[in-house]
């Protein structure tokens, strides 16, 4: 869980004074004296307050609107975290604007400050790639934003976050095939140095490692030439052979899409799913119900990403205290995994 961040009604309880008093001495409002002005903001100094835009965003107009920014909308995974964030801002009569970053920093602060300049509400920004390093660049964005998945480790302070716990879901992916009896078992990644990259491949390696199975660099297939993700099931499709030559019986697939490509590349080379190879997946789009055989998945709560990361939004509109999120996946089981044939 993140650390709360001291909120106006914090300051107001330390000063003896009124929310409404505190929000005014802020602004620097005429009605409150210069003295009490300057005690509240030393206050807030010594406490560490800092402004998130929200009582800014309420001086201003209401749009109405709530900005969106996704890698592409041509991911599924993309389109069910919107719809999570469409049920709940429809409820709260919001609009909801869509912006694309394509994994691409520069564009993803371009979309955040198209948002701002067009004043909407509040601002969601999808496999954050935008670090402290930034954080000059979006300081002056005056609405709150929430992260979903973020792809930094040092991601700026001012944003909230919904995040999924990669670990744990690699952990249950190969848990998963080592109940099944294999031991050779590969990692299937993408070109990139994405947080969940990482530690997808962090909990991979940390199950062989606790089950005492010996790790083969070979094992671990990653098309990086210059950190550059090319598309998912052509990922899967290119990287696949080279796991097969090295020999797993098991397949742990950084997303449903790559575990796409690996299982036409399997058809391609004659490899029969799950007879001769088993592949797991990650997210649980729709599509895995539909492949042949039917995609095994940990499963990303991904309505559940999108709601919780609206309704931290409205919380942060309505000034509400909120802490950032950790959601749980799950293993789903399906026909692209068996037990090892011996």
């Given at each position: 869980?993140?650390?709360?961040?001291?909120?106006?009604?914090?300051?107001?309880?330390?000063?003896?004074?009124?929310?409404?008093?505190?929000?005014?001495?802020?602004?620097?409002?005429?009605?409150?004296?210069?003295?009490?002005?300057?005690?509240?903001?030393?206050?807030?100094?010594?406490?560490?307050?800092?402004?998130?835009?929200?009582?800014?965003?309420?001086?201003?107009?209401?749009?109405?609107?709530?900005?969106?920014?996704?890698?592409?909308?041509?991911?599924?995974?993309?389109?069910?975290?919107?719809?999570?964030?469409?049920?709940?801002?429809?409820?709260?009569?919001?609009?909801?604007?869509?912006?694309?970053?394509?994994?691409?920093?520069?564009?993803?602060?371009?979309?955040?400050?198209?948002?701002?300049?067009?004043?909407?509400?509040?601002?969601?920004?999808?496999?954050?790639?935008?670090?402290?390093?930034?954080?000059?660049?979006?300081?002056?964005?005056?609405?709150?934003?929430?992260?979903?998945?973020?792809?930094?480790?040092?991601?700026?302070?001012?944003?909230?976050?919904?995040?999924?716990?990669?670990?744990?879901?690699?952990?249950?992916?190969?848990?998963?095939?080592?109940?099944?009896?294999?031991?050779?078992?590969?990692?299937l990644g993408v070109g990139d140095r994405s947080l969940s990259n990482q530690q997808r491949l962090e909990g991979y390696r940390m199950v062989l490692r606790k089950a005492g199975i010996q790790q083969i660099p070979n094992w671990v297939a990653m098309n990086?030439?210059?950190?550059?993700?090319?598309?998912?099931?052509?990922?899967?499709?290119?990287?696949?052979?080279?796991?097969?030559?090295?020999?797993?019986?098991?397949?742990?697939?950084?997303?449903?899409?790559?575990?796409?490509?690996?299982?036409?590349?399997?058809?391609?080379?004659?490899?029969?799913?799950?007879?001769?190879?088993?592949?797991?997946?990650?997210?649980?789009?729709?599509?895995?119900?539909?492949?042949?055989?039917?995609?095994?998945?940990?499963?990303?709560?991904?309505?559940?990403?999108?709601?919780?990361?609206?309704?931290?939004?409205?919380?942060?509109?309505?000034?509400?205290?909120?802490?950032?999120?950790?959601?749980?996946?799950?293993?789903?089981?399906?026909?692209?995994?068996?037990?090892?044939?011996?």
């Open positions: 869980m993140g650390k709360r961040k001291i909120s106006i009604e914090d300051i107001a309880r330390r000063a003896g004074v009124s929310h409404s008093t505190v929000s005014r001495a802020l602004r620097d409002n005429p009605l409150i004296s210069s003295q009490v002005r300057e005690e509240i903001k030393q206050i807030a100094r010594e406490m560490n307050y800092v402004p998130n835009a929200i009582a800014q965003s309420l001086q201003n107009q209401r749009t109405s609107t709530i900005g969106v920014v996704v890698t592409s909308i041509a991911d599924p995974f993309f389109a069910e975290v919107v719809e999570g964030i469409e049920q709940i801002a429809k409820s709260a009569g919001l609009n909801v604007l869509l912006s694309t970053s394509h994994r691409d920093v520069e564009q993803e602060i371009a979309a955040i400050d198209n948002f701002h300049r067009r004043r909407v509400d509040g601002i969601l920004v999808a496999d954050s790639r935008i670090s402290k390093q930034q954080r000059e660049q979006v300081a002056q964005i005056a609405v709150p934003t929430v992260v979903i998945n973020s792809q930094i480790e040092d991601q700026p302070e001012i944003f909230y976050s919904v995040a999924i716990d990669d670990r744990l879901g690699a952990q249950l992916a190969v848990e998963h095939l080592i109940n099944l009896g294999h031991t050779a078992i590969g990692y990086d030439q210059d950190n550059v993700r090319a598309n998912d099931v052509t990922t899967g499709q290119k990287m696949l052979p080279q796991l097969v030559t090295a020999g797993v019986t098991g397949i742990f697939c950084y997303n449903d899409m790559v575990a796409v490509g690996a299982l036409l590349a399997c058809h391609e080379l004659g490899i029969s799913v799950p007879q001769d190879l088993s592949l797991v997946g990650f997210d649980g789009i729709a599509l895995g119900c539909y492949v042949t055989p039917p995609l095994t998945t940990i499963s990303q709560p991904m309505l559940e990403l999108g709601r919780s990361a609206m309704q931290i939004l409205l919380d942060l509109l309505a000034e509400k205290t909120v802490e950032n999120r950790v959601l749980s996946p799950c293993l789903v089981k399906r026909g692209s995994s068996a037990p090892i044939n011996n």
